[in-house]
């Protein structure tokens, strides 16, 4: 992505793992910024340097090893001292919890979750000093999804995340952040040595937590009134709700909502108790909500109105199209009609 924004002209950002993926993207996207760039690697990372140009030096360094960062801060004095640093580098072989033997799970460790205390150890003084510093790690999205083989991986990715918290909370007072940043899967050399059943099984994954997201979102919007709900819908959205009929173009949300005005005083989902039910482009929610209309409570689950079923389908992460399945008379104005559901369980 091109950016005419030098948003961190006068940085020195230190990048580990910089040769190739993530890494080198990140020092890129960096230079690109104005930042000045120190790509690190286990070799040092030439290409990454000669693409971004004199602005970026190349180093090497294998970030478990403690005397390779303690000579690295010492070289890098000439250049500046460092502002950010990103702890990119990672080690990540594929490993069921049978095969998994002490080295690996050693280097993973060390790889992944030393490197992140080593930094800190060299290059926080000078952050210190300056009042202004940046440590980003590089977790992973992995630490909430279910793939095999990668316990230790994993260990390491949540590691870091609770460093990152921890240390915040050492360095905040200097005006130093730290955070973790949870990529999702990428196309690095890195998972080359996956099939494309097992990237396949990950992006669903992935992608389905993303459409959960959405619909979580959508209903907190819902639920507080909040006019920005449409811009979770696509422009041309389809909506269906009872009584209401189709409507096309995600303002006809707001024309279904205008048929509550004046009676429905207060409706709130029950976020906690969603069942939320993935198949393709879509997602099925179903669960229970309660509120107020006409002076009138309902509770789903308690009495005879307030359960419901929404069927959401997605189209570039916004939702394209929404069917909501509902009994409109929450209230159950409307008992006499009906014969049936008479001392039932609701
Ligand atoms: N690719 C993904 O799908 C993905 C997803 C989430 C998080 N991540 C994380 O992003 C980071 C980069 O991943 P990538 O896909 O670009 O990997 P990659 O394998 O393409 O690049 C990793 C780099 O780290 C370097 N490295 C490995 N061990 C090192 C060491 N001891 N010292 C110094 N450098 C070392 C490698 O030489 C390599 O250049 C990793 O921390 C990884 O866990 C990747």
Redesign the pocket.
Known sequence: MKTAFKTHEGRVVLV??A?????QAIALAFAERGARVVA???KSPHDTVSKIGPSASAFE????QEEQWRSLAAEVRDIGDVDIVVN?????PNRSIDDLDLPTWRRTFA??LDAHFLSVKYFLPAMRKKKWGRFIG?????VGLAIPGMSHYIAT?MGIIGFMRGLANDVAGDGITANSVL????N????APQSEEQKRGTWEQQAIKEKIKIAREYFLRADQGRPDVLELFNADAEIYFPKFGFGSGRESFLEMVKGFEGILEHIQHDYDGFNFIPSGDYLIVEGTSHGRMSGKAWAGGKTPGGRFCNVFKFRDGRISSLHIYLDPDYTGEDDSRFRWGKSRQW
């Open positions: 580990t793992g040769s190739q993926g993530i890494g690190t690697d286990l360094l294998d970030v478990t990119n580098a990672g080690y990540f790889t992944n590089i977790s992973s999205n992995m990715k990529p999702g899967l990428t690095t050399q890195a998972i």
